[in-house]
């Protein structure tokens, strides 16, 4: 049973950075696709960032160049490394798994990816 357990949220700055983490547990982050995404009030959960069990990794094309994921395997945690921050990007940023997908080729799916953490909440002012 995998979990998921994001921090690293809070309030930034335009233009400033912050990083995202989420521990895993019950499972590896190699063998998963591992991804992010958001929901700001009022709208619509919105994948931002994927990586799969090869290491390729996938955007939202508004974070290109300015949002980073990854994974450390030796601590079993994905990281969102966020910069250049601006007012839209706030959000509750939630970190997902999805053990049965291989390869990603649509960062809009990541929303629909069957586990997720409680979300950590990102405010950009």
């Known amino acids: 049973h995998v979990q998921l357990v994001e921090s690293g949220g809070g309030s930034a700055q335009v233009g400033g950075s912050l990083r995202l983490s989420c521990a895993v547990s019950?499972?590896?982050?190699?063998?998963?696709?591992m991804g992010w995404f958001r929901q700001a009030l009022g709208k619509e959960r919105e994948g931002v960032a994927a990586?799969?069990?090869?290491?390729?990794?996938l955007y939202l094309e508004s974070v290109k160049g300015r949002f980073t994921i990854s994974r450390d395997n030796a601590k079993n945690t994905v990281y969102l490394d966020m910069s250049n921050l601006i007012p839209d990007d706030s959000a509750m940023y939630y970190c997902a798994a999805d053990d049965r997908r291989k390869t990603l080729a649509l960062i809009k799916t990541v929303p629909l990816f069957p586990t997720r953490g409680q979300g950590t909440q990102v405010t950009v002012s």
């Open positions: 990586i799969d069990p090869d290491g390729t990794p």
């Open positions: 019950g499972d590896t982050v190699s063998s998963n696709c």
